[in-house]
């Protein structure tokens, strides 16, 4: 009996043992996810301290290019590829012309009918009043697409709320959303510092005319892409992309657009911060 008693404490013992060591092993791997996930965020921030420095240096030579053109940064042992893209560089969503948003559409497949239609109903997204474009769309054509919401009527908060508007696809938001931004505040675009998807939205700019002026811009050397030093850049938004390598094929990235500011305790404000 002692030691059908024994034998009952020590598989007892063992079971609590066998927790033990499971929730000791949950436990390290919980804090070391914690501890990793710490250190990816900590890598992405000096990312995106280490390109405001490249954007504010005075030296024309070592200014980082904002025109999208990738940088490699190294913070501790974390491997990181950095992108700046001017927000003037990019089609205002909401300052932008019919005819410029008719051309983006263009530009990402649609037919000029089809772009047409979709430009009415940004439009009468963006623009405050109930009355409707011909291929518009107000509150009651949402509701018969049996969507709950209706037009905002008002600016686009986002680049991303365009996914709401009738007529936008998750595809053809993946192919406009590199042009577009909601920080320009201007009607026009800088073709100095825009990326592919936004040139090819000009008027008379095809894909294959967008590609060579790109090509030129990268002919240019190390003014190319650039602002010069002593243009104030008080005000204007960028758009940083940070990608970390985690190893084993594992990327982390994310997409910050900061506004720059003339105070030295404050140089720049967040507008937004997204993960990809």
């Known amino acids: 009996m002692f030691l059908a008693y024994m034998l009952a404490g020590l598989g007892l013992l063992s079971a609590i043992t066998l927790s033990f060591l499971s929730t000791s092993t949950t436990s390290y791997r919980l804090s070391h996810n914690v501890l990793e996930a710490a250190q990816v965020e900590a890598a992405i921030d000096a990312g995106v301290a280490r390109a405001v420095l490249g954007l ?4 024309p030579e070592r200014r980082w290019r904002v ?6 940064f190294t913070f501790g042992k974390v491997k990181m590829r950095i992108t700046i893209q001017d927000e003037l ?5 909401n300052q932008a012309d019919r005819g410029l948003l008719i051309g983006l559409f263009q530009s990402a497949g649609l037919g000029v009918v089809a772009a047409s239609g979709v430009v009415d109903k940004v439009l009468d997204w963006r623009e405050a009043g109930a009355g409707k474009r011909p291929s518009g769309a107000q509150e009651p054509d949402y509701r018969a697409a049996g969507l709950a919401y209706a037009p905002r009527n008002g600016p686009f908060q986002s680049v991303e709320e365009l996914r709401l ?4 696809t998750p595809d053809l938001l993946r192919r406009v959303e590199p042009a577009l931004t909601v920080y ?3 009607p026009l675009l800088d073709p100095q510092f825009a990326p592919p998807e936004a040139l090819a939205a000009l008027p008379g700019m095809s894909k294959e005319a ?6 030129t811009r990268k002919t240019q050397g190390v003014r190319a892409g ?3 030093p002593g243009v104030s850049l008080r005000g204007r938004a960028f758009g940083i992309r ?6 084993r094929g594992a990327v982390v990235t994310r997409e910050v657009t900061i506004r720059l500011t003339d105070q030295d305790s404050q140089p720049y404000w967040v507008l937004s911060w997204r993960s990809r």
């Open 210 to 215: 967008a590609a060579a002026a790109l090509a």
């Open 226 to 228: 650039i602002i010069p």
């Open 89 to 93: 560089g990019r089609i205002d969503l």
């Open 242 to 247: 940070v990608q970390v390598d985690q190893g």
């Open 67 to 72: 025109d999208g053109t990738p940088q490699e």
């Open 56 to 59: 504010l240096d005075p030296r």
């Open 184 to 186: 320009s505040g201007r």
């Open 165 to 168: 508007v009738l007529g936008i």
